[in-house]
């Protein structure tokens, strides 16, 4: 493993459930052999999205609701270029599809389309 995939990796995994399943997603992104730049991609992305989650005290995948991801895509907006805002969309939109599959949450309804 590269440096960078391993840096990636020590730097994303967390205590919190939400962390360890973006920890077992980067994991999944780097068995499929992408750049490091992609797997950096996806780490830079659902660390900012998990730390803005953790500040509203929501610590699991699944208490996570398509409005607090609405309220965060437009947080980032104040800030951030809407590319930039895309982007993040993208990563939030592989992860959440990533969890249901890998979970098998036929139930779950997840939080963004």
Avoid at 36 to 51: I, K, P
Avoid at 89 to 110: C, G, I, P
Wanted: charged fraction near 25%; aromatic fraction near 12%; charge should be positive.
């Amino acid at each position: 493993m590269s440096r960078l995939k391993s840096d990636v990796l020590i730097r994303i995994l967390p205590q919190t459930d939400f962390g360890r399943s973006v920890g077992s997603f980067l994991v999944d992104r780097q068995a499929r052999g992408p750049s490091s730049h992609t797997v950096g991609f996806f780490a830079s992305q659902l660390c900012s999205l998990q730390a803005y989650l953790e500040k509203r005290g929501i610590p699991s995948v699944q208490d996570t609701s398509a409005d607090l991801l609405r309220r965060y895509l437009l947080d980032l907006g104040q800030h951030r270029k809407a590319g930039g805002v895309q982007a993040e969309y993208r990563a939030m939109r592989a992860f959440f599809k990533w969890y249901q599959v890998e979970y098998d949450l036929d139930n779950w309804s997840k939080p963004i389309v």
